[in-house]
């Protein structure tokens, strides 16, 4: 089973669900049974719905995303 570090390291492939079904499974059943990294995965999945969401209904403030960029990385904006 892959431990924390590996679990959050591969989190946003793993959102982006393209890692092998195999390496999903492992990082399924770790974050079942971690809670940090269940955190991490929620505020994660959840940051990306909101981002997606308001990127269709309205426009996003500028700067926003690209502060939001700054925090968490190009990996957090939604693929087009
Ligand atoms: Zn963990």
Redesign the pocket.
């Known amino acids: 089973m892959p ?2 570090q590996e ?2 390291k591969e989190l946003e492939t793993f959102l982006d669900t393209e890692l092998p079904d195999a390496r999903v499974s492992e990082i399924m059943s ?2 079942t ?6 955190g991490a995965y929620e505020f994660h999945a959840e940051l990306r719905e909101i981002i997606r969401f308001k990127a269709q209904k309205e426009d996003l403030p500028e700067g926003f995303l690209a502060r939001l960029v700054n925090c968490f990385g190009e990996d957090v904006l939604p693929e087009e």
Not at 33 to 38: A, I, M, R
């Open positions: 431990n924390c679990t959050l770790h974050l049974e971690c809670v940090d990294c269940q």
